[in-house]
């Protein structure tokens, strides 16, 4: 099979295991969660193998373009699903994640993002472009699971899914942020202190991973210290989720700066 | 003293500062940084002198923002300080003064009734505390004791290991704005040049740039010689990603080029009418060759560009340093008659047509173009980088604590009575209460089934 045939799999087997949640969670299904993980876990089983395929026929991490890292986010907020839901059992935020899994699959599969693996240029030769990026967009896929689950918090009607949803969006954050911290900033300095000779430089990627970081120090001082839980919490994380957004996006597309790779 | 020190404990405070600094650092990714005063003026009009007085322009080294950063260090000391003390006593002088109610109202909880005298039913419970690696510390007299069990006390300091390492990181920062120092050298194959601020020079040996067989850069590579007291010490490629480093200055691979104002051009010429002639000649731009030749007798390069390009009013320029689209102006001269004058083309040969001069008709190809390549390294010092790493290793360490090294600690009275022992236990988590549910539920178990 072919990285692309399997990509497409995939991309089926995530619709089906949205849809399949979906189900789950309105049709009060709940027998139905249990195949939705399964395709689920099935999909990111595939796309584990198209990752590794394109790694092995490319000869690099498959990171290296927006289509690339696009697909890694999706295969990311997958695993972050997976592991959150094995731990603490969340088929209500399940749907959820899933769609985002295949917006960002869509996204990837989009005509204007290009496919073939290119030959990396020398800025981007290094084992830290591995540790940086995947650590990175596997911290923001736990974001991700932390935005919907306070999301739902938004909406949920009785204390009990409050709790839940306030519960799992904490504990998404407390492994999104030393993740995030880690691959992002930590593991970004030392590789631009390799590749352009400082560890900082207030590059716009640089200063909004540091304003995404600062947001996420809000969310855990203000509820640790503060006892801020509930509606705050959540707005708060809800921000630092769309601010890691732009941090991965916008930066790109609407500042220029050194940081122009993907 | 006290009000200050009040002022820099509050959390509150740490709020603020992190609130105003997000916003901050957003203001300073929209405008744009260390530009003109010209740029800034025609970008934002009456309003970028205002801008530049209030250092939106340098936002992120200017005096309020470093204010800022130094009056949240001083916070984040302050308020790790105040929080220590109530944790070390926490965490290694517990207190003893529990009752039964009081452990009864915690959320893990539970009793074990003992058969025998109160030493053999506290050697039990030690036991089987010990087994699950906790630390015990015991009080009391018989008929009364009183044991205090804890385990990964160091999670309570998680989040000061994070706030130490983010002071090291910022003490670092300081460190390289005060110490660092840098600088570009510009050199070519076989030139050597003094490093700034360092004792020792650095000679290009060689420059190579290695391409994919699918074109684009694959590698840029210096081989750069270390020269101290004249003499070489050591030799070493540079390459992006892989810099030298030596007697704490390093070197980056950061940008190459080619000297273009004196290139040498190999130009070869034809003559249409007679294809076994073929000349090829060597020269410089602005060199006038003699060439024994019954139809010209001087050639010269006028001008040479790496990327030929119209540009504005006709005149030629190059679009860039890279040679694209490399053209020569060649002049012949017949005596002291100009015959001819015309662009060629390295990447379009056919585009000059023969030319008649005289009684013949000529063609030239510019055939070759080799210009000295320079390499561009950064060198640089900068003493406040293992501060940088040091503060990233302690707070990596910091995260771990404080989010899954959970303290747990374990309570636990224990009274005789009429020559049997009751044992009330009660136990306190922060975090993760599930699992530690499920350890002191099967200590319970194991301390009843010893009974």
Known sequence: MTESTLFTVTFILYILSALVYLVAVFAKKEKWSGTGFVLAAAGFALHTGALILRTVVSRHAPFTNMYESLSFLAWASVLALIVLDRKFRIPRVAPYVMLIAVGLVALASSPLMPKEATPLVPALQSYWLWLHVSVTLLGEAFFAVAFVASLLYLRADTEEKKLKMDAVAYRAVAVGFPLFTLGGLIFGMVWAYKAWGTYWSWDPKEVWSLITWIVFALYLHTRIVMGWKGKRSALISIIGFLAALFTYFGVNYLLSGLHSYA | ?451
């Open chain 2, 1 to 451: 003293m006290k009000s200050i020190w009040k002022f820099f404990e509050s959390v509150k405070l740490t709020i603020i500062l992190l609130i105003i600094l997000a916003l901050a650092s957003i203001l300073g990714t929209l405008i744009p940084q260390g530009r003109s005063a010209a740029e800034y003026a025609a970008r934002y009009g009456s309003l970028s002198g205002l801008f530049i007085k209030l250092q939106l322009t340098g936002l992120y080294h200017s005096a309020w923002f470093l204010a800022l950063l130094f009056t949240f260090a001083l916070n984040t000391i302050v308020c790790t300080l105040s929080r220590l003390g109530p944790k070390w006593r926490r965490a290694f002088k517990p207190s003893f003064e529990v009752d039964e109610k009081g452990l009864q109202a915690l959320k893990v909880k539970g009793r074990a009734r003992f058969p025998g005298p109160l030493p053999e039913a506290a050697e039990r419970v030690r036991t089987a505390l010990s087994a699950r690696r906790y630390r015990l510390k015991t009080s009391g007299t018989a008929p009364r004791l009183t044991v205090v069990a804890q385990k990964r006390r160091l999670g309570l300091f998680g989040s000061d290991t994070v706030h130490v390492g983010l002071l090291i990181i910022l003490a670092g920062g300081v460190i390289s704005g005060f110490t660092s120092r840098r600088g570009e050298l510009d050199l070519r194959v076989g030139q050597t040049a003094d490093v700034p601020h360092a004792a020792f020079q650095v000679r290009l040996d060689r420059f190579e740039t290695e391409y994919y067989p699918q074109g684009g850069v694959k590698a840029w590579k210096s081989t750069v010689t270390v020269i101290e007291t004249g003499a070489p010490v050591l030799t070493r490629i540079v390459e992006v990603n892989h810099p030298l480093t030596y007697k704490g200055f390093s070197f980056y691979q950061t940008s190459y080029g080619w000297d273009w104002d004196n290139p040498r051009l190999g130009i070869q010429v034809k003559k249409p009418s007679d294809t076994a002639y073929l000349k090829d000649l060597s020269l410089k731009v602005g060199e006038r060759l003699a060439v024994a030749d019954p139809d010209f007798t001087h050639i010269a390069v006028r001008q040479f560009v790496p990327d030929f390009v119209i540009g504005e009013g006709n005149q030629v320029q190059t679009r860039s340093l890279e040679p694209n689209n490399p053209a020569a102006q060649i002049e012949v001269w017949k005596g002291e008659e100009k015959v001819y004058s015309g662009w060629s083309f390295a990447r379009y040969p056919d585009f000059g047509e023969g030319h008649k001069v005289g009684q013949a008709s000529f063609s030239f190809i510019l055939k070759t173009y080799e210009a000295p390549q320079y390499s561009v390294l950064e060198a640089a010092t900068d003493p406040g980088v293992p501060f940088i790493w040091l503060g990233c290793i302690v707070m990596t360490v910091g995260f771990f604590l404080a989010f899954y090294w959970t303290p747990r600690e374990i309570k636990i009275v224990l009274e005789e009575a009429q020559g049997k022992t009751e044992a009330v236990l009660g136990g306190i988590a922060s975090k993760g209460r599930e699992a530690f549910q499920v350890e002191f539920d099967s200590l319970i178990e194991s301390i009843r089934r010893s009974a």
